[in-house]
């Protein structure tokens, strides 16, 4: 089944404890991203990757890593969290950085920074 | 990027045709026109996306006016399950601009 798999669904920590929310795609796209979603300001994409080792940085990515070792994995690095990063993230994935193509997003990370 | 205009939620009653309009009158020539749907505590799904010619899947069906200054999502028959936040958004490429979308209410 093609599907974008995010790990953890949950998650709460300290400010300051450096975690890492891994992304993973089956499907053999190019192209995948970072979004996080917050109450009234909808969807924003945080960082992403046209493919291995190529990365750039969407609209929010103060606070945030990414590599992009293999092209399945993607991912996402908060080095120093802070409690104006609590928020769900979502994890992206298609075919190519092409408009005739469809997303695939995985289930949602919910992060709580405390 | 196009700005979209969608109303912030509408209700229909099950198995009713439901209709969802979205302006993008800013929209570029090169523009696919997507749209995704949130069900509650899941991540966004695709639905359906065209560029000029309506266009029918399993899911839905897309109007495009024929100035594609608008568009329009159609359910032939909501299902409870079609509860959701559906988002228009116009692309050239796989960077999605998400607005905040129509919450569509199902009534049994």
């Known amino acids: 089944e093609a599907q974008v798999t995010q790990n953890p669904r949950y998650l709460i920590t300290v400010t300051g404890k450096k975690l890492t929310v891994t992304c993973s795609q089956n499907m053999n796209h190019e192209y995948m991203s970072w979004y996080r979603q917050d109450p009234g300001l909808g969807l924003r994409q945080i960082y992403y990757?046209?493919?291995?080792?190529?990365?750039d940085k969407g609209d929010v990515p103060e606070g945030y890593k990414v590599s992009r070792k293999e092209k399945r994995n993607f991912p996402l690095i908060l080095e120093s969290p802070s409690p104006n990063q609590t928020s769900l993230y979502f994890c992206a994935s298609s075919l190519g950085l092409r408009a005739n193509t469809e997303a695939f997003f995985g289930q949602g990370t919910r992060l709580t920074v405390v | 990027d196009a700005k979209t205009t969608q109303p912030n939620s509408m209700e229909s009653n099950e198995e009713e045709p439901v209709h969802l309009p979205c302006n993008h009158s800013?929209?570029?020539?090169?523009?696919?026109i997507h749209w995704y749907r949130q069900l509650p505590s899941q991540g966004p799904e695709y639905v359906i996306h065209g560029l000029t010619s309506n266009v029918n899947n399993r899911m839905a069906s897309l109007a495009i006016a024929e100035d594609r200054k608008s568009s329009t999502l159609i359910l032939h028959r909501a299902t409870l399950r079609d509860a959701a936040v559906y988002y228009c958004?116009?692309?050239?490429?796989?960077?999605?601009?998400f607005g905040t979308g129509t919450s569509l209410t199902v009534i049994p």
């Open positions: 990757s046209m493919n291995v080792e190529v990365t």
């Open positions: 958004i116009p692309t050239t490429g796989n960077q999605f601009y």
């Open positions: 800013t929209i570029s020539g090169t523009d696919y």
